[in-house]
């Protein structure tokens, strides 16, 4: 079973940046994050699938980049002109098999059919 462990969480003041690392323990079909705040439904943010094709929520389109280095089976999420309500833990997710490998507004994370998923990683910003 792919392993991934997620790191780069931390404290910043609105306006600032974050990257958010996951490294995972072997290749994957579909990567993406996910991102959870207190009292709310976990959501997708960011996909990247193996062709290198990406989708992101729109709450975070052109604030927020993902990308893998293949050779160090690792994703990547850049966080810029990071907000308040992006205040939440953040999760890694693959697919090893075909997936939804694409961020859909309102669906739940089981959609998505990942296979894994890392402890996560938590990510306050303040005003």
């Known amino acids: 079973q792919l392993q991934l462990v997620e790191s780069g969480g931390g404290s910043v003041q609105a306006g600032g940046s974050l990257t958010l690392s996951c490294s995972a323990s072997?290749?994957?079909?579909?990567m993406m994050w996910f991102r959870q705040a207190p009292g709310t439904e976990r959501e997708g943010v960011a996909a990247?699938?193996?062709?290198?094709?990406?989708t992101y929520a729109d709450s975070v389109k052109g604030r927020f980049t993902i990308s893998k280095d293949n050779a160090k089976n690792t994703l990547y999420l850049q966080m810029n002109s990071l907000k308040p309500e992006d205040t939440a833990m953040y999760y890694c997710?693959?697919?090893?098999?075909?997936?939804?490998?694409?961020?859909?507004?309102?669906?739940?994370?089981?959609?998505?059919?990942?296979?894994?998923w890392g402890e996560g990683t938590l990510v306050t910003i303040s005003s």
């Open positions: 997710a693959a697919a090893i098999f075909e997936a939804r490998c694409t961020v859909v507004a309102g669906r739940s994370p089981d959609y998505y059919g990942m296979n894994s």
């Open positions: 072997n290749s994957y079909w579909c």
């Open positions: 990247v699938h193996s062709d290198g094709s990406t």
